[in-house]
């Protein structure tokens, strides 16, 4: 049986049930620590944090 090539793997999406999809992201230490002091300080999780700031970011608004 012949092996894969490069590029023919298909993902599957991974999506809560209120609608959420995993996506994976690297950041820098300092990014890391400023993300999980704010999340402290805002009693909220980073994935909150992350999910504000692309929406400000694109200028998606507060609400989906």
Same mark, same amino acid.
């Given at each position: 049986?012949?092996?894969?090539?490069?590029?023919?793997?298909?993902?599957?999406?991974?999506?809560?049930?209120?609608?959420?999809?995993? +996506?994976?992201?690297?950041?820098?230490?300092? @990014?890391?620590?400023?993300?999980? *002091? !704010? $999340? +402290?300080?805002?009693?909220c999780?980073?994935? @909150?944090?992350?999910?504000?700031? *692309? !929406? $400000?970011?694109?200028?998606?608004?507060?609400?989906?």
């Amino acid at each position: 049986m012949p092996k894969p090539t490069g590029g023919t793997r298909v993902r599957q999406k991974l999506t809560t049930k209120g609608g959420l999809t995993r +996506e994976t992201a690297y950041l820098y230490d300092d @990014e890391e620590s400023a993300l999980e *002091l !704010r $999340a +402290e300080r805002e009693r909220c999780s980073k994935s @909150e944090i992350v999910r504000r700031a *692309l !929406r $400000a970011y694109l200028g998606l608004g507060a609400d989906g």
